[in-house]
């Protein structure tokens, strides 16, 4: 039977994922990765790792990734809210350290296969000779976060939990004897454990640089606090009563200054991506429909992806939707079928 290399988090997902693997033959090994200098969480989690691969009779390595973690999704993480964006660690992350260097690992290791527990499908589709990405049948679907993924990737990635709701998971972990069963899903950014700005400012070793808010003619309203604390379209805790509600209309990294706009955030129908990466097929050369997501959880809306050039597309929504932030990633589906994505310009 084939082997696999399960990432195990600790948590639920990724030991139930252990558990299914083994009922179905595989030869199952679980590994955990170190990413960031170890917390009390971080910690927590590997010890429950262990415990779970213990009691499943199960080895269990520890990959340490911190070095190439840093590089890849820490800088990049910093870098981009410095420059006035939104990033989405989770999908350099995927692209990168679990489905990149842990892959590696891996095939390094002889192992055939990597397995996570992501809620996602792969599929093999004959008529293209191509490896998919489809959303999972039930439920909660993580098939946004892994858009990034080429075909070498996606033909040695298994997703045992593609075909569940997440409470299955749960009665199931719990029938297995597993003890994290009932563990709280994590909401948050793995290496940050309060908020993001004061992890920039313990990541650069000093203050993030003050700079004024303006309105769109320039003048001056007050001080912000370092733009790595706002986002684009923002309404609600920006820090400065001007008798009206603002919103952030710009944020201009080079001269400092964050532009307020009275009034809500206009709905707009487009927006430009870059970072491309398709899964039906290797570049995209005449215009496609699709649907649409502009972030984790919010809705799909049919939309139009026209190429502009080999690195960009644009989309034109059939509907006006709301807070399109810059560095936030837009997938693309046609149906249950992951299309692609990139990064919003």
Do not use: W
Request: hydrophobic content about 40%; aromatic content about 10%.
């Amino acid at each position: 039977m084939a082997s696999v290399l399960v990432a195990m988090s600790g948590g639920v997902d990724s030991s139930c994922s252990v558990a299914l693997l083994l009922q179905k033959g595989y030869d199952v090994v679980g590994a955990t990765f170190k990413l960031f200098e170890p917390n009390a969480t971080s910690l927590r989690h590997l010890g429950d790792a262990a415990s779970v691969a213990k009691l499943l009779r199960v080895n269990h390595l520890v990959f340490d990734f911190i070095d190439d973690f840093k590089k890849k999704v820490m800088d990049y993480f910093v870098k981009e809210y410095l420059s006035g964006k939104t990033p989405n660690p989770c999908v350099v992350c995927n692209k990168n350290i679990k489905f990149g260097k842990a892959l590696e690992r891996a095939q390094e290791l002889g192992f055939d296969f990597i397995a996570t527990g992501h809620y996602a499908r792969v599929e093999f589709d004959e008529s293209s000779g191509r490896f998919l990405i489809k959303k999972s049948l039930k439920g909660k679907d993580q098939s946004y976060c892994l858009y990034t993924l080429n075909q070498k990737q996606i033909s040695r990635v298994i997703f045992p939990l593609g075909g569940f709701e997440k409470s299955e998971v749960r009665s199931m972990a719990k029938d297995f004897g597993i003890g994290v069963h009932n563990k709280p899903d994590s909401q948050d950014i793995c290496f940050i454990s309060g908020n993001h700005y004061d992890f920039i400012k313990y990541y650069l070793g000093e203050e993030e640089k003050s700079g004024n808010f303006v309105d769109e003619s320039g003048i001056v309203l007050g001080k912000h606090k370092g733009i790595s604390r706002y986002t684009v379209g923002q309404r609600r805790g920006i820090g400065i009563a001007l008798g009206e509600r603002a919103y952030i209309k710009k944020i201009n990294p080079i001269e400092n200054t964050i532009t307020l706009a009275i009034a809500d955030p206009p709905r707009g129908n487009h927006l430009v991506a870059s970072d491309l990466n398709f899964i039906p097929f290797e570049k995209l050369t005449d215009s496609i429909r699709v649907t649409a997501r502009t972030r984790y959880n919010c809705k799909e809306v049919s939309a139009t992806v026209l190429p502009i050039s080999e690195h960009e597309v644009k989309v034109i929504f059939d509907e006006n939707i709301e807070f399109i932030a810059p560095g936030q990633s837009v997938t693309f589906y046609d149906g249950d079928i992951l299309v692609g994505g990139g990064v919003i310009n």
